[in-house]
Nanobody
Framework: QLQASGGGLVQAGGSLRLSCAAS????????VGWFRQAAGKEREFVGFISWTGSDPYYADSVKDRFTISADNAKNAVYLQMNSVNPEDTATYYC?????????????????WGQGTEVTVSS
């Protein structure tokens, strides 16, 4: 089970950190992906961190601004969002892929959290 939290209202250029808490299985044993969905748009890949220990992978739209990290002791994964802009406004979801090594495709993730809303004001 996954639960995302940390969303809210932030000004453009600011920062926000989202959390994804896992239960039932340690985050070090599966891949956690972050996706987002803006109103009226399709769900978009943001990035993932793989259980293999390889470096996190990011979509071009957030690369160099967002950072994904894991805290095995807290069994949580984080999405640090820096230099946000209004285009980052969306509901953010974390998802677990317990089979693969990481994917950009939402269909490759078996378990999803409930989402947390992020609004960036200009």
């Amino acid at each position: 089970q996954l639960q995302a939290s940390g969303g809210g209202l932030v000004q453009a250029g600011g920062s926000l950190r989202l959390s994804c808490a896992a239960s039932g299985r340690t985050v070090s044993s599966f891949t956690v992906g972050w996706f987002r969905q803006a109103a009226g748009k399709e769900r978009e890949f943001v990035g993932f961190i793989s259980w293999t220990g390889s470096d996190p992978y990011y979509a071009d739209s957030v690369k160099d601004r967002f950072t994904i990290s894991a805290d095995n002791a807290k069994n949580a994964v984080y999405l640090q969002m820096n230099s946000v802009n209004p285009e980052d406004t969306a509901t953010y979801y974390c998802a677990a892929d317990i089979i693969g090594h990481g994917s950009r495709g939402s269909r490759d993730y078996q378990y999803w959290g409930q989402g947390t809303e992020v609004t960036v004001s200009s």
